[in-house]
C-alpha cells in the first residue's frame, strides 16, 4: 500500500513540516522523526501519485550508506524503528545541498549544451559530450529554497552572502569530497558508476553533520560500470540508475516545471516501472533482498515503532 503522507502527533512533538518527499516531525527541539513516503517529485513539483516501496527504497539505502560512512563523516542518524522512518538529531541545516558530479550528465549536460562553460563559478573543459567523465569531480552549489526551484550558486557567492561561513564551508567540502570518493568506490564494487549525488549538512552544538539522505535514487545518479564505455564511444545513452528516467518520461510529455506547462496524467504502467527500477536499485547496491510493502495500512505499526523508538530516548 502506497504511502502517499502521514499526519502523527507524537508525544513532544512540536512542528510538523512536509517536504517533497518526507514529512518531518520535530520532537522537543531534540529529534526529527523523517518519515519517507512514497511521493516522488522532479523539476521540484511532487507527481501526482505515489510510487509503492519508494520511500523503503530510500530509508533503507540511505541508513545503508550513513551507517557505512559514520567513520568519515558525523551524521544526524540516531535510529531506524521501522522500513520507512529514520530517527536522528535535530541540526540547524545550511541552505545548501552540496552537489558533486563526477560526469557532464544532467542538469550540468544541459546547462553545458546551452554553451555555457562555467557552472556554479567552477568551469568545464571544451570538447566533451553527454556523460563523459570530468578530469575532476567537481561542486556545483545549489540554494536551497523553501519554494520553488533551487538554484546554481557559487563558493564565492555563498560566503560573500553570509549562507555558510569560509571555514564551515572547507569542511562541508571536504566532507563532501571523502563521501563521493567513498561512494564512488563502493558503487565500483557494484558494477556501478556513481556520477553525481547531493549531500545536506546541519549542524548542532557547534558540530556540523550530514542530514537527510545519501547516494539514494533521488539524489544521486549511478550508470552500469560494464556498459558505459562502449556507449560512450558508440554515442548511445547510459543504462541507468537514477531518477533520471522520470524526468526524460516528464519531458517527453511536454513537462518541465516551467510556468503554464500541465503535469502528465501517470499511468498504471509507468507507475509500476518506477517501483522495480527504485527496489533494483535497493537490492544492486545493498547487496539485500528488498522486503516490498504489504497490502494493509502499514501507519499503525510505524506509529507504534516510532512511540517505542522515543521512548528509549526520553
Same mark, same amino acid.
Given at each position: 500500500?502506497?504511502?502517499?503522507?502521514?499526519?502523527?502527533?507524537?508525544?513532544?512533538?512540536?512542528?510538523?513540516?512536509?517536504?517533497?518527499?518526507?514529512?518531518?516531525?520535530?520532537?522537543?527541539?531534540?529529534?526529527? @522523526?523523517?518519515?519517507?513516503?512514497?511521493?516522488? %517529485?522532479?523539476?521540484?513539483?511532487?507527481?501526482?501519485?505515489?510510487?509503492?516501496?519508494?520511500?523503503?527504497?530510500?530509508?533503507?539505502?540511505?541508513?545503508?550508506?550513513?551507517?557505512?560512512?559514520?567513520?568519515?563523516?558525523?551524521?544526524?542518524?540516531?535510529?531506524?524503528?521501522?522500513?520507512?522512518?529514520? @530517527?536522528?538529531?535535530?541540526?540547524?541545516?545550511?541552505?545548501?545541498?552540496?552537489?558533486?558530479?563526477?560526469?557532464?550528465?544532467?542538469?550540468?549536460?544541459?546547462?553545458?549544451?546551452?554553451?555555457?562553460?562555467?557552472?556554479?563559478?567552477?568551469?568545464?573543459?571544451?570538447?566533451?559530450?553527454?556523460?563523459?567523465?570530468?578530469?575532476?569531480?567537481?561542486?556545483?552549489?545549489?540554494?536551497?529554497?523553501?519554494?520553488?526551484?533551487?538554484?546554481?550558486? %557559487? $563558493?564565492?557567492?555563498?560566503?560573500?552572502?553570509?549562507? @555558510?561561513?569560509?571555514?564551515?564551508?572547507?569542511?562541508?567540502? $571536504?566532507?563532501?569530497?571523502?563521501?563521493?570518493?567513498?561512494?564512488?568506490?563502493?558503487?565500483?564494487?557494484?558494477?556501478?558508476?556513481?556520477?553525481?549525488?547531493?549531500?545536506?549538512?546541519? $549542524?548542532?552544538?557547534?558540530?556540523?553533520?550530514?542530514?537527510?539522505?545519501?547516494?539514494?535514487?533521488?539524489?544521486?545518479?549511478?550508470?552500469?560500470?560494464?556498459?558505459?564505455?562502449?556507449?560512450?564511444?558508440?554515442?548511445?545513452?547510459?543504462?541507468?540508475?537514477?531518477?533520471?528516467?522520470?524526468?526524460?518520461?516528464?519531458? =517527453?510529455?511536454?513537462?518541465?516545471?516551467?510556468?503554464?506547462?500541465?503535469?502528465?496524467?501517470?499511468?498504471?504502467?509507468?507507475?509500476?516501472?518506477?517501483?522495480?527500477?527504485?527496489?533494483?536499485?535497493?537490492?544492486?547496491?545493498?547487496?539485500?533482498?528488498?522486503?516490498?510493502?504489504?497490502?494493509?495500512?502499514? $501507519?499503525?505499526?510505524?506509529?507504534?515503532?516510532?512511540?517505542?523508538?522515543? =521512548?528509549?530516548?526520553?
Amino acid at each position: 500500500m502506497a504511502i502517499s503522507g502521514t499526519d502523527f502527533h507524537f508525544p513532544g512533538q512540536i512542528s510538523k513540516y512536509n517536504g517533497k518527499v518526507r514529512d518531518v516531525y520535530n520532537i522537543q527541539n531534540k529529534y526529527l @522523526v523523517m518519515v519517507a513516503s512514497d511521493r516522488i %517529485s522532479a523539476f521540484d513539483h511532487i507527481l501526482p501519485r505515489p510510487i509503492p516501496n519508494k520511500g523503503r527504497v530510500l530509508n533503507g539505502v540511505a541508513y545503508t550508506f550513513m551507517k557505512a560512512t559514520e567513520h568519515l563523516v558525523p551524521n544526524w542518524l540516531i535510529g531506524l524503528p521501522h522500513p520507512n522512518v529514520t @530517527v536522528g538529531r535535530l541540526c540547524e541545516p545550511f541552505k545548501i545541498e552540496m552537489v558533486i558530479r563526477g560526469y557532464l550528465a544532467g542538469h550540468a549536460w544541459r546547462e553545458y549544451k546551452s554553451g555555457k562553460r562555467v557552472l556554479c563559478g567552477v568551469p568545464m573543459p571544451d570538447g566533451m559530450k553527454e556523460n563523459d567523465r570530468f578530469p575532476e569531480p567537481i561542486i556545483t552549489p545549489a540554494t536551497k529554497a523553501e519554494e520553488g526551484h533551487d538554484l546554481d550558486i %557559487s $563558493k564565492e557567492d555563498i560566503i560573500a552572502q553570509g549562507i @555558510v561561513s569560509a571555514e564551515d564551508y572547507a569542511v562541508l567540502e $571536504k566532507y563532501t569530497r571523502a563521501l563521493f570518493d567513498f561512494g564512488t568506490k563502493y558503487a565500483a564494487e557494484k558494477g556501478l558508476i556513481l556520477v553525481d549525488t547531493k549531500y545536506e549538512f546541519g $549542524k548542532a552544538d557547534g558540530q556540523i553533520y550530514l542530514i537527510d539522505e545519501i547516494h539514494t535514487p533521488d539524489s544521486s545518479r549511478y550508470f552500469y560500470a560494464d556498459t558505459y564505455q562502449a556507449n560512450q564511444d558508440a554515442g548511445l545513452p547510459q543504462k541507468q540508475l537514477s531518477k533520471e528516467f522520470v524526468r526524460e518520461w516528464l519531458m =517527453e510529455n511536454g513537462f518541465q516545471g516551467l510556468d503554464g506547462q500541465q503535469m502528465p496524467a501517470m499511468p498504471d504502467d509507468f507507475v509500476q516501472t518506477v517501483s522495480e527500477r527504485y527496489i533494483h536499485l535497493y537490492e544492486k547496491i545493498t547487496g539485500k533482498t528488498f522486503e516490498r510493502e504489504s497490502d494493509t495500512d502499514p $501507519k499503525p505499526a510505524m506509529e507504534k515503532a516510532v512511540l517505542q523508538m522515543l =521512548e528509549t530516548l526520553s
